[in-house]
């Protein structure tokens, strides 16, 4: 995988930090324009922490980031409840998800799990709820911040995204002689390039985008969005890619019925570049995306 090359980090987008410090985004869609047309994307959560007992083990979808400190009203005081590790805590919050699709009562976490920094606090697990999961309270960040925190998603929330200026698709490549339709790997054919994605960014004017911590997650599979190493970069695949085994923090899924969008993004016109010695297709005219609030249907 290839990354954009850029002259600058400084602006970058706030929210997405949120998306991968859980793999059970919300609902959600990027609304693109082609050739004046406008279509939409319609992105699901990736795969469900409920989900596939093997895809789920050690998946590393509860990471939280360190240092960081998460404000909210408290659904569980962790002066009351102590747990054994970061991701004991986030999964007890999940716990208070009410099924696949439904709300979650608790939406964010924080656990103190440094012996030496945390004390008599050691353990606490705090269960807490945000007014908007999207734009939470932020109590403290930095080293010296004894604090990790996590977000999760209920399916079914209402959720307040922002346009986001500056977000577009910039790189297109298709299938090649390389996957079927439905995305599977030919037998003895190379693996790119061409090699079946579209990456864009979310990079946006005018904000900051903070570091996501690589979460080892499941393995590329037509559909998958999954950030470039810690963003603002993302792609998502046209074919099943598990020659990347599990290298990629996958954040959403593209529904079947939506793929031909994609699709029609892999095919425009595009220019020979070399990214770190990766040959790479990119767009002649990049396609711009913004996100749109939408509720899963009932």
Known sequence: MGRRQTDSDLHRFTLFLIAAISCCMAYYSFSVSLKGNSDTIFVGSSESWRGNEEEREGDGCCGGVE???????????????KLNSSEECCRACKEMCEGDNGPCLCDSWVFCGN????????????????????????????????????LVFGKGELLSLQHCAGCQFYRAESRGNSWDLQGNHIEHAPYGPPYALIQGTVDAYGTVFKDIPQEACPTIRRGSIAWVGSGPDFFISLANHHEWKKAYTVFGQVLPEDMEIVEKISQLPTIPDVWSNVKVAVLERPVPLRFIRMRKSP
């Open 67 to 81: 240092h960081l400190e998460l404000w909210g009203d408290a659904m569980k005081w962790g002066s009351d409840f």
């Open 115 to 150: 012996k030496q920094d945390c004390g008599s606090r050691f353990g606490e697990c705090w269960l807490k709820k945000q007014k908007d999961a999207l734009d939470p309270d932020w109590r403290d960040s930095g080293d010296k911040v004894i604090w990790t925190s996590g």
